[in-house]
């Protein structure tokens, strides 16, 4: 795979089907679940396989050659999202990126931080779990699925110190432009935290550019990674801001000489790794996110973003077709490879089970259908989605 998408970053047309190919599940299903846990690539599987084979025959012999595939990883994140190698941190989820910046920002009794309503619950219980610290959470509504930079804004006051927000809304599947909600953030003196799992590894994203504090992501969806190995960013100047909750022999500077104890941390977002790393996830994530970055993701342009917008389209189209009532928005600006809908008022969870039953993998959320689409995705996929809802008349 290595030397064919090398020629696909210097060519207009890109073979979608190679990608395809390296997807051991389009060979059985049609796949729409990327919002939910994502299949991983052959090249993801034959790394981690490795990995194993090598923990198993050779144990910790192997070890530096893992760090340095791990230390591979954190250089491409940053490449990908505009920022520094230092200013990245590997983490387990989502979650663990949220309770960082929950756990770690110096709270005081009557600040104050701003969501917008329906986040993900990993988006609200670490906020939630400061109000014994005096402090309030705020959940702004929305317009339809919109989150509205104005109403955010009025929900803003001095005491405000954060607003999070979810990138990609993951039910509705509605994308926010981050950079809007980060002058919000910063025009009352705020701080901006972004949820990236529902959009990193389609859309671009420049951190530096956006005004971004914080983001995290796992790698399990759109990363197409291994569950358990995910990716957290900070601004530099914000280190010593965010007191490390987590703090083993991995957050030192001295790290492998364990003979010295002095506390004194990493200069560094690796300093709020802790202790020993997943490393056969995040050698999965690593070989996931360098096929994503050969074809094409940047921080400044994603033909797979263009190839995804195009086949959940083709998909939104197909669905109305036959019937379905779809409940995501859509435009270029606010789409993502997320489409909720209803099919003949049929959206519970057995008629994911009759779907799954026909080859074809989606989710229930909201109390919709959800269907989540990657760049490899096809008609032929679509055409036995289509097909099964039909069964279900």
């Not at 490390?244 to 941390?265: A, E, H, I, R, T």
């Not at 270029?332 to 519970?348: E, M, R």
């Not at 909201?366 to 990657?374: D, E, N, S, V």
């Amino acid at each position: 795979m290595e030397s064919e998408t090398k020629i696909h970053r210097s060519i207009d047309k890109i073979d979608w089907n190679a990608f395809r190919n390296g997807m051991p599940v389009s060979e059985k299903w049609a796949y729409f679940d990327h919002a939910a846990v994502a299949p991983i690539p052959r090249i993801a599987m034959e790394k981690v396989s490795l990995w194993a084979e090598q923990a198993a025959m050779d144990g910790d012999i192997c070890w530096p050659v893992w760090h340095r595939q791990h230390e591979d990883l954190r250089d491409l994140t940053a490449q990908v999202i505009n920022a520094q190698p230092q200013e990245i941190a590997l983490i387990p989820n989502t979650t663990s990126g949220i309770n960082l910046v929950a756990g770690g920002l110096p709270w005081r009794p009557g600040d104050n931080i701003v969501l917008p309503e329906h986040e993900f619950p990993s988006n609200l219980y670490p906020w939630m779990q400061l109000e014994p610290q005096g402090v309030e959470l705020r959940l702004v509504p929305l317009e339809g699925n919109r989150v509205c930079p104005a109403r955010m804004a009025d929900a803003c006051d001095r005491r405000t110190r954060l607003i999070s927000a979810s990138w990609v809304g993951y039910a509705s599947g509605y994308r926010l432009d981050p950079l809007e909600i980060a002058k919000v953030a910063h025009d009352c003196g705020a701080l901006f935290f972004l949820d990236a799992i529902q959009g990193l590894g389609v859309f671009p994203i420049d951190v530096q550019e956006a005004g971004i504090d914080f983001l995290a992501a796992d790698g399990h969806k759109w990363l197409l990674g291994p569950e358990g190995a995910g990716v957290f960013y900070v601004r530099h100047e914000l280190l010593d801001l965010l007191k490390p909750m987590n703090v083993g022999w991995n957050s030192v500077k001295q790290g492998n000489d364990f003979s010295k104890v002095d506390m004194q941390l990493r200069e560094s977002a690796s300093r709020y790794e802790g202790g020993t790393q997943n490393m056969a996830g995040f050698i999965g994530l690593g070989a996931s996110l360098e096929l994503l970055s050969d074809f094409g993701l940047t921080s400044d342009r994603s033909p797979i973003a263009e190839q995804v917008l195009r086949v959940s389209d083709d998909l939104c189209s197909a669905l109305l077709e036959a019937g379905a009532e779809l409940h995501s928005e859509r435009g270029q600006d606010v789409s993502s490879g997320i489409v909720s809908f209803d099919y003949h008022q049929k959206s519970g969870a057995g008629d994911r089970q009759k779907l799954l039953d026909r080859g074809v993998i989606l989710s229930c959320r909201g109390g919709k259908l959800r269907a989540a689409t990657h760049c490899y995705n096809n008609g032929n996929d679509i055409d036995r989605l289509i097909e099964s809802l039909k069964t279900l008349d």
